[in-house]
């Protein structure tokens, strides 16, 4: 993780889990993050709540604490993100400062990702056209966004594409190098 748990429950806004079974796997983090989720619903810290989205195409514990729980077809991940990227995008929602200031190659992340429209990503994943909007939505605007993974996407053949898909949604939203991001 690029921030400790403490940072991430104490300061993210939204959170993205996709690939963890988190309450099972990482019960420490998992329970930070249901009371983070908890106390921030019903405003005990006068914060707005913390939006939790759940990628994981089985019903995992955690779901029950989700905002949004979006089950994709197993082996997906990367179709999944580059088109949650690609609704991010077409909406604005990007963080245009830290792209010109802190990514190169720009362009040409955006041509791959503009191949993944909401459609097509659609009928890649199983998830519907407007759970994808609901969770881009999510995601971009609630800042700081933390993204948490574990084994459950890094052990594929296209493991190493995961992470790099969800670090590029990291930079995209500018929440790499803030309190809460990561």
């Not at 019960?27 to 921030?40: E, S």
């Not at 989205?53 to 955690?62: G, N, S, T």
């Amino acid at each position: 993780m690029s921030n400790s748990m403490d940072d991430v429950v104490e300061h993210a806004q939204a959170m993205l889990i996709i690939g963890s079974n988190t309450t099972e796997q990482h019960p420490v983090f998992g329970t930070m993050i249901r009371q983070a989720v908890l106390r921030h619903k019903a405003g005990a810290d006068g914060r707005p709540p913390v939006q939790l989205v759940v990628a994981d195409p089985r019903r995992i514990d955690i779901t029950e604490f989700a905002t949004l729980h979006v089950r994709q077809r197993p082996g997906t991940d990367v179709a999944l993100i580059n088109g949650l990227m690609h609704i991010i995008l077409q909406k604005g929602w990007e963080d245009k400062t830290f792209i010109e200031e802190r990514t190169e190659g720009f362009e040409e992340f955006k041509a791959t990702v503009m191949q993944y429209p909401p459609e097509k990503v659609s009928e890649i994943t199983g998830v519907t056209v407007k759970q994808l909007y609901e969770a881009a939505e999510i995601l971009a605007t609630n800042k700081p966004m933390a993204v948490m993974w574990a084994m459950g996407i890094t052990q594929h053949i296209v493991g190493v594409r995961n992470v790099i898909v969800l670090a590029n949604l990291q930079m995209l939203l500018g929440n790499m190098g803030v309190p809460g991001g990561g």
